[in-house]
């Protein structure tokens, strides 16, 4: 689609790794034609580079001097970014992960839209779910923010599990600074909180095109569980399918993945982004033969 010249023009960009087949770019660049703004967005991919978060100063330095309006960040540096940063939004510092920077007057403002994209997102495909008790997988960036979503959203126990026991402490710890105590614990034995839950949450990249696998043994869910997962390549991972087969209501990573980045274009531009038409466009894409 060709764009006017008269158009104003907003570069942006995505830093990450393995962001190849992200659909960030596309959604952005056609909700901004729809808006009548140049949008252009680029990929910054660690992987094609031959680059990681050690290249993040680096790297915000070149879009400042670059002239970018700001940038979303993803995998593996929502939390190594935030050093970088002058500024936090209340919702990213309580969470202590960001996917959007503004750079705005020599300055960096770190926001966090992970959240409030999971929280629409679940509002509208899990809306009737029972909160009481939820197993979240994963205290990275994006279990940092979906674990901040779930206890805004009501859940009266949330009940965390990660490999990395100090990222989950860190989790913990904020969690608690901003809810208080008795709503988010270290699930130190995640048979039996599973069997307890309500529902559960994979915030894990197990499950990915590419990090295939199972983020928990299937054999350990029943009908009565409710679960999500953060994954939209493939919009319907191996787990998710197995899960709704053994008659579990599930939510996959589509309605996050456009809702953040809805909240993410308001923020760049200043403009409230259709979040129906983005949804529209993403699944257009993501049909088989979509393509970007």
Known sequence: MALPDSWPALQLGLIGAGIGASLTPTMHEREG???????????????????????????????ERMGFTGLNITYPCKQAVIPLLDELSDDARALGAVNTVLLHNGR????????SGFA????????????????????????????????????RRLMIFDVDSGRT??????????FGEG???????????????????????????????????????????????????PLETAWLRAAQALGCQGMGGGGMAVFQAAD?????????????????????????????
């Not at 992987?47 to 100063?57: F, I, N, R, T």
């Not at 495909?125 to 940092?144: E, I, T, Y």
């Not at 309500?198 to 295939?212: E, Q, R, S, W």
């Open 33 to 63: 034609a729809e808006q009548s703004l140049r949008l252009i967005y680029r990929k910054i991919d660690f992987d094609v580079l031959g680059l990681d978060s050690q290249a993040l100063p680096d790297l915000l330095r070149a879009a």
């Open 108 to 115: 960096r403002i770190g926001h966090n839209t992970d959240w």
């Open 120 to 155: 629409a997102a679940f509002q509208r495909g899990l809306s009737s779910v029972a909160l009481d008790r939820v197993v979240l997988l994963g205290a990275g960036g994006a279990g940092a923010a979906v674990a901040y979503a779930l206890l805004t959203l009501g859940v």
């Open 169 to 178: 402490a860190a989790v913990l710890a904020a969690l608690t600074a901003k």
């Open 183 to 233: 709503r988010a614990f270290l699930a130190d034995d995640l048979a039996g909180e599973v069997c307890a839950a309500d529902g559960i949450v994979n915030a894990t990249p197990v499950g990915m095109l590419k990090i295939p696998g199972m983020p928990l043994p299937v054999k350990m869910l029943r009908a009565q569980h409710w679960v999500a997962d953060v994954i939209y390549f």
């Open 264 to 292: 993410a274009f308001a923020l760049f531009t200043g403009k409230a982004a259709n979040a129906a038409r983005m949804r529209q466009h993403f699944e257009a894409l993501i049909a088989p033969g979509g393509g970007e």
